[in-house]
């Protein structure tokens, strides 16, 4: 299996609908994190949970919601999206939050196209 | 602040040799970081400097100047399979990860 695992990979929605975007990592990681990737601009941070803890929230619009239930899984529940919010989202992981340690290497999935109309 | 810039695009021949360059302006430097994004595709880890020189790995070569502020990704011998992004991030201060808008690189035949 490869390690990241987002589904789904594509997903449309309409402005009311409700839907979740899951992640999950087989690499025995402690940290996971949502980026939000936009056409031409930098990475986002939205997320990170370390030891299934929630430690940042990068001032993101409370119609997204994470959630992380155990420390392979990581969800991300959209409701009333914006048709600015179309954007590929992405997890990741690494074996303990970067931010803490100062060091190691992000493994990504490869993402959720997501299409608000 | 911090900041990072990296070029939007580059075009480079089968075979030859690229260099991507990626400058950085930060109070607190904790190393830095390139990664390769084919389109459709999970970004991958590429290479890690945190002081300054040369590291080489295959065909691919990354350099830090931290006192420019300074970093490249050389990409030799270049083959078809190397069209893609190329992300430069670094460690700023409380070690959050500042991330480049990305340098596609086109393979021409």
């Known amino acids: 299996e490869t390690g990241v695992t987002q589904t789904p990979r594509h997903l449309v929605m309409g402005m009311t609908n409700k839907k979740s975007l899951k992640c999950e990592q087989h690499l025995g990681h402690n940290a996971m994190y949502w980026y939000k990737q936009s056409a031409k601009k930098p990475l986002e941070l939205m997320f990170v949970y370390s030891l299934e803890e929630r430690v940042e929230n990068n001032s993101v619009p409370s119609r997204f919601s994470p959630e992380c239930p155990n420390s392979s899984h990581l969800f991300l529940h959209l409701h009333t999206l914006q048709p600015e919010d179309s954007a590929l989202y992405l997890c990741?992981?690494?074996?303990?939050?970067?931010?803490?340690?100062?060091?190691?290497?992000?493994?990504f999935g490869e993402g959720s196209r997501l299409t608000v109309l | 602040g911090q900041n990072i810039d990296q070029p939007t695009e580059m075009t480079a021949t089968e075979g030859a040799i690229v260099q991507i360059n990626c400058t950085y302006q930060t109070s607190g430097f904790n190393g830095l970081f390139w990664y390769q994004q084919h389109a459709g595709e999970a970004p991958t880890f590429l290479s890690y400097n945190v002081l300054d020189g040369l590291e080489e790995k295959g065909r691919f070569s990354s350099f830090l100047s931290r006192s420019k502020g300074y970093s490249y990704l050389l990409l030799k011998e270049l083959q078809m399979k190397d069209s893609a992004s190329y992300l430069c991030a670094f460690h700023g201060s409380n070690y959050q990860l500042i991330w480049g808008a990305g340098t596609k690189l086109i393979i021409k035949p």
């Open positions: 990741a992981s690494s074996q303990d939050w970067i931010a803490a340690t100062g060091s190691g290497e992000l493994f």
